[in-house]
């Protein structure tokens, strides 16, 4: 790198590693398989825009420094990590619940309207300070030197790492959505249900034992 300006091979090292951060299985993709099941495609893409924005949040809140703030201050990082694993125990708990209770496809239970998929993945991610995390410490390995007071690199990378993301999410959500015919079959949705359940219930409890 010279000076403040990011290199193509920086670039190209940047986008392959936020390519397999965003891709490596989390309960991002555990919430958009679930919704996809129940609710089908319009859902599961509302639920990924909710969690893009959520992406965005915590980036647009790293640029301004606040994100530097949370983690600095333990008291809110606790309050924040503490919220965000009791809502991942509480999806994790109506999974399991409609597992238990769903022996044939519900009957458009889920229909929640525009806002309430894309709500729920704004939630999780709004809630889980760790993206504020990445913002703070992987992100800056790929900055110049000198761009401690240089915004325009930071805010390339952070462009990078949206796009790479949306692109992403959309495209999950897209597969996943197309597959609700098979993915909403009593005994096949019953299974989806269990597992993310499992999963979304134990990383919340893993984050409440860390804190």
């Given at each position: 790198m010279r000076g403040?300006?990011?290199?193509?091979?920086?670039?190209l090292t940047f986008t392959a590693a936020a390519a397999v951060i965003v891709i490596v299985p989390g309960p991002d993709q555990a919430l958009l398989l679930q919704t996809s099941?129940?609710?089908?495609?319009?859902?599961?893409?509302?639920t990924a825009g909710g969690v893009l924005l959520g992406i965005v949040l915590w980036g647009v809140a790293s640029v301004l420094g606040l994100s530097a703030l949370l983690a600095n201050g333990s008291v809110a990082f606790r309050i924040v990590t503490v919220v965000g694993a009791v809502y991942l125990?509480?999806?994790g708990i109506t999974a399991l619940r409609s597992a238990v209770s769903a022996a044939h496809p519900a009957p458009r239970r889920?229909?929640?309207?525009?806002?309430?998929?894309?709500?729920?993945?704004?939630l999780m991610n709004c809630l889980n300070p760790k993206i504020g995390l990445f913002y703070l410490s992987i992100l800056p390995q790929?900055?110049?030197?000198?761009?401690?007071s240089a915004l325009g690199p930071e805010l390339v990378l952070f462009a990078i790492y949206?796009?790479?993301?949306?692109?992403?999410?959309f495209g999950f959500a897209f597969a996943a959505g197309s597959l609700h015919p098979f993915l909403n079959r009593p005994r096949v949705k019953r299974t989806l249900d269990s597992v993310v359940?499992?999963?979304?219930?134990?990383?919340g409890v893993m984050a409440l034992v860390g804190v």
């Open positions: 403040d300006r990011l290199t193509i091979f920086t670039l099941a129940a609710a089908g495609r319009p859902a599961a893409v509302r125990v509480w999806l889920e229909d929640r309207g525009n806002s309430g998929f894309f709500l729920r993945g704004l790929f900055l110049p030197g000198s761009a401690a949206v796009t790479v993301s949306a692109l992403w999410l359940g499992v999963i979304l219930l134990g990383l």
